[in-house]
């Protein structure tokens, strides 16, 4: 069992669902997106995510919808908003960072989920080989071309993410999208052809111009920015100084466990590397 396996908390049990139930007779839980802001209440109350009958109740013109499935016996769906509606009294559209860092890790995974969901349902409205509108396909999670045959499932892109250990210390790293003095660990996608590990190594090379070695598994977690698997290493120094290459990463240091900078929210992989790193040494943050 993986570090991030044994930490990680039990959740409500998700039923993953296709087909919406024929008759809305019961409050569902209700993702509400416009473009990839979520519609959350003001007061949490005690909760953040709507429960409603019907979206017509909030008076709302859904786009598109997705059904998700079952939470504890609670329906799930995923909306998509116009980009000009306002939020209804007592709720307001809140970016995915700013949500990811506001509720709960159980919640977020299926915030998560739902913008996956309810972006693939936008981006594949028509076949991207002859231009023909899209059907749902019946019993999956996809579209099918009615004239090509072509399908259409939600893409997943995975990546890496790298904490880098040097006896007491450890590399941090920040791009220039960061909030002013946060750091985090080094990440990037992986290549077509290529493995995890190899990417590990190469995004390492490429953003700060060193060498590492003794590269292990962390563990994984589903990511949307975008659409991602981010999936955890741990791994050693080896050789060469620090180079940021300028446009992924403005700044990289070595940080010593007692003077850490800002960094992720606690519910992010890359924040339990670091955590998972301090614990190793006896500390905490």
Known sequence: MTPIEKEKPTHPKFIIGIEPP????EKALWFIFRGRDILLKVRKNPEAIPKIRDLREFGLPAVREQYLGILEGTHCYSVELPADVRAPEGMEFVDLRKAHSEISEGCFELVNKAVQVMEWDRTNQFCSRCGTKTLQKPGERG???PACGELFY??????????????????????????PGMYSLV?????PGESAEAAVAREVWEEVGIKIKNINYFGTQAWPFPNSLMIGFTAEYDSEDIRPDGVE????????????????????????????FLEEKGLEI
Not at 159 to 169: F, P, S
Not at 250 to 262: G, I, Q
């Open 187 to 191: 990440a990037g996608f992986v290549e």
């Open 22 to 25: 024929a008759e809305r007779t």
């Open 249 to 276: 990463i403005e700044d990289a240091k070595w940080f010593s466990v007692e003077e850490l900078p800002a960094l992720p929210g606690k519910i992010s992989i890359s924040r339990k590397l670091i955590d998972h």
């Open 143 to 145: 579209k099918e071309c």
């Open 154 to 179: 939600p893409r997943i892109s995975p990546a890496v993410i790298v904490l880098i250990r040097k006896g007491h210390e450890i590399l941090l790293a920040r791009s220039p999208n960061f909030p």
